[in-house]
């Protein structure tokens, strides 16, 4: 929108910085920052107010945080998603393809997990709707946002996998890319949303993943850089820094009211559409395994859940104290607060390997 204002920078020169993405990104995190800022304590008491008892904690597991964490209001992420939005739509290149594709994986999600949130509030219940219903409509979105991935990006390019590390090296897998779109986005969507579950623990390793992906964007959008590098340009994806942009800003906002004792959580309507985001962003630059290097801290917490439930339902023994992974440290003895601060050290050494891909060819 304020990209609109280029048009009259030959009567104000000074109108022509909005012609660069790394302004417009700058921008964009301010904008959003300022929103949560001044809107957060509105919403967080909105939301008390309608919620009553707040998130549902679920009775198996610690302990500690039925005492501590019950009466904590829920669906924080309504704050995250309406400041990404206003940010995007004043900061970003409407015009943009990728950009409505992003944003709207984000949307879905995020409306998918408000419904899920919802259902949680209002049944006092830490079950929401139906997993295979909700699973499905994730695969929707997802489905819907690859395929114009590949109709928007040229051959074989739209169908092709890139691999780090290793120079000119992509991999075309067909049609078959849309079962990897898919895969991405809905477990990437998935893996932020088991990661959500200690004051600050997911919002930290999203403004880290986000702000990763903003440069990986800037790049393989830029073609002069991306060929220095020696990676494979996709021409347009530049401007989803300014989408990353205004989710660093609103993480940041968000975390000054989700920091240790947090007084919102972002629940399943930012988790989902922030993990939803991230996958959408990796699909679109063409950097889908660098995702799972960056978003590692996400991973390792997916896994550790599919081996807790793979190993018990086996041979009826866990191999951890308690799933997900920081769980099992919080049954361990950690202080809540170590394990968040640590969980956030890997995430920033996970996010420097992810970018050494760009240059270790």
Same mark, same amino acid.
């Given at each position: 929108?304020?990209?609109?204002?280029?048009?009259? +920078?030959?009567?104000?020169?000074?109108?022509?910085?909005?012609?660069?993405?790394?302004?417009?990104?700058?921008?964009?995190?301010?904008?959003?920052?300022?929103?949560?800022?001044?809107?957060?304590?509105?919403?967080?008491?909105?939301? &008390?107010?309608?919620?009553?008892?707040?998130?549902?904690?679920? $009775? $198996?597991?610690?302990? +500690?945080?039925?005492?501590?964490?019950?009466?904590?209001?829920?669906?924080?992420?309504?704050?995250?998603?309406?400041?990404?939005?206003? +940010?995007?739509?004043?900061?970003?290149?409407?015009?943009?393809?990728?950009?409505?594709? @992003?944003?709207?994986?984000?949307?879905?999600?995020?409306?998918?997990?408000?419904?899920?949130?919802? !259902?949680?509030?209002?049944?006092?219940?830490?079950?929401?709707? +139906?997993? &295979?219903?909700?699973?499905?409509?994730?695969?929707?979105?997802?489905?819907?946002? %690859?395929?114009? *991935? #590949?109709?928007?990006?040229?051959?074989?390019?739209?169908?092709? !996998?890139?691999?780090?590390?290793?120079?000119?090296? #992509?991999?075309?897998?067909?049609?078959?890319?849309?079962?990897?779109?898919?895969?991405?986005?809905?477990?990437?969507?998935? /893996?932020?949303?088991?990661?959500?579950?200690? $004051?600050?623990?997911?919002?930290?390793?999203?403004?880290?993943?986000?702000?990763?992906?903003?440069?990986?964007?800037?790049?393989?959008?830029?073609? !002069?850089?991306?060929?220095?590098?020696?990676?494979?340009?996709?021409?347009?994806?530049?401007?989803? /820094?300014?989408?990353?942009?205004?989710?660093?800003?609103?993480?940041?906002?968000?975390?000054?009211?989700? /920091?240790?004792?947090?007084?919102?959580?972002?629940?399943?309507?930012?988790?989902?559409?922030?993990?939803?985001?991230?996958?959408? #962003?990796? @699909?679109?630059?063409?950097?889908?395994?660098?995702?799972?290097? @960056?978003?590692?801290?996400?991973?390792?917490? %997916?896994?550790?859940?599919?081996?807790?439930?793979?190993?018990?339902?086996?041979?009826?023994?866990?191999?951890?104290? #308690?799933?997900?992974?920081?769980?099992?440290?919080?049954?361990?003895?950690?202080?809540?607060? %170590?394990?968040?601060?640590?969980?956030?050290?890997?995430? *920033?050494?996970?996010?420097?390997?992810?970018?050494?891909?760009?240059?270790?060819?």
């Amino acid at each position: 929108m304020l990209l609109e204002l280029v048009q009259f +920078s030959d009567q104000f020169g000074a109108l022509n910085v909005f012609r660069y993405i790394t302004f417009r990104t700058g921008g964009a995190i301010m904008t959003a920052l300022l929103f949560m800022f001044i809107f957060g304590p509105t919403l967080i008491n909105y939301l &008390r107010a309608k919620q009553g008892k707040g998130q549902p904690i679920r $009775d $198996d597991g610690p302990e +500690s945080h039925i005492i501590a964490k019950q009466g904590t209001p829920t669906m924080g992420g309504l704050g995250i998603l309406m400041a990404l939005l206003i +940010s995007t739509l004043l900061w970003a290149d409407l015009n943009n393809v990728y950009v409505w594709i @992003v944003l709207l994986v984000t949307l879905a999600f995020g409306a998918i997990g408000f419904y899920d949130d919802y !259902l949680k509030v209002t049944k006092h219940s830490t079950k929401g709707f +139906s997993g &295979r219903i909700k699973f499905l409509l994730e695969v929707i979105v997802a489905a819907a946002a %690859t395929a114009a *991935v #590949m109709w928007y990006q040229p051959e074989p390019l739209n169908m092709s !996998l890139a691999i780090p590390f290793v120079k000119e090296l #992509m991999i075309n897998l067909g049609p078959w890319f849309l079962l990897l779109g898919i895969f991405v986005i809905v477990g990437a969507g998935n /893996a932020v949303n088991l990661t959500d579950g200690l $004051d600050g623990l997911a919002i930290v390793p999203v403004m880290i993943a986000a702000a990763t992906f903003g440069l990986i964007s800037y790049l393989v959008g830029h073609k !002069l850089f991306a060929d220095y590098l020696q990676i494979h340009p996709v021409a347009g994806t530049g401007e989803l /820094a300014v989408l990353c942009g205004a989710v660093l800003g609103a993480g940041l906002g968000f975390l000054w009211f989700n /920091a240790p004792p947090a007084m919102v959580f972002m629940g399943d309507t930012g988790s989902l559409a922030l993990g939803g985001m991230l996958g959408a #962003m990796a @699909v679109a630059t063409k950097h889908e395994i660098v995702l799972g290097i @960056v978003g590692g801290l996400f991973a390792l917490e %997916t896994i550790s859940v599919i081996v807790q439930v793979i190993s018990f339902k086996l041979t009826g023994k866990r191999v951890f104290r #308690m799933a997900p992974l920081h769980h099992h440290y919080e049954q361990k003895g950690w202080a809540e607060q %170590t394990i968040v601060i640590r969980f956030w050290i890997v995430a *920033v050494i996970l996010a420097l390997i992810g970018l050494s891909t760009l240059k270790l060819r």
